[in-house]
């Protein structure tokens, strides 16, 4: 069994591909990475707000003027998004980006205001000065994407962390949960199979976080919250919902959609869901 990797910086961050494979699949896993590593470059390319050229960029420029055509992949994330938006209750909108500026202006943040034509894949903002960041949702979107391509290269062994947002295949791997409070360090370790490990908290964004409803950044008992399951866009987009909503809220909201979750809270205690108690180890 030989193994390969690849590491990358794109989506603001430090991304990490592994495969192992048999002897006689090394070009096909090859290949696989080469195909994972072009696609998360493309997404990039797509979705990046510091990018003027991309899709998410023009989609921004027109808002209140006109609609966007984009890519397939593109709209099927915005779908996502506003779906997720939904069943969060507003606590996961990627129309949050007018709150980063000078004015934070809430009246500009509504999930609702992003309309999607599915005939021609097109996109519009109601509103002038509305703004999208898919910040919440681009990693954890891609990492699914990924395991879909290095499956259909018959890769059966891997591991993916795009950024923190981790996903494997194949056997079990410990993956770490990092301290909120000594981000250098380790505070639980969690038995993986396939399913996405995303993790965020106030620690990791400081206060780029926001609630929407409130139109400031989030302000509850959450440190730090780790979500886990099959959907890694649910998976991303609930991590940063259960920040907004706190630790209370967030576990509804986790058992909701079948996911699980891993809290520190900010005054230093520990939480996990029932699927997690027997798979969680505390550092």
Sequence with gaps: MGTMEKMFSVLGTVNHIAVSFDSNLREEARRALDEAEDYVCHADDLLSVFKPDSEVSV?????????????????????????LGSMTGGAFDITTMPLTQPGRVKARVDYRDIVLHPEDMS??????RQAIHLGGIAKGYAVDRVVSILKRHSVTCACINLGGTVRNIGPSRRVGIRNPFDPGKIIAVLGSTEEAVVTSGLYERGSHIYDPAAGKPAQTDVASV????????????????????????????????????????TNGEILATQGLTSRVQII
Excluded: M, P, Q, Y
Excluded at 66 to 72: I, N, S
């Design 226 to 265: 780790t979500a886990v399951g099959i959907d890694g866009a649910a998976a991303d987009a609930v991590a940063t919902a259960c920040v907004v909503l706190g630790i209370e809220r967030g576990i509804e909201l986790l058992d909701s959609l079948g996911l699980d979750g891993f809290f520190v809270r």
């Design 59 to 83: 989609i921004n420029r027109n808002a209140g003027l006109c609609d966007t055509r984009v890519c397939a992949d593109t709209f099927e994330l915005l779908r996502r998004s506003v779906e």
């Design 123 to 128: 996109v519009r903002l109601r509103h002038k």
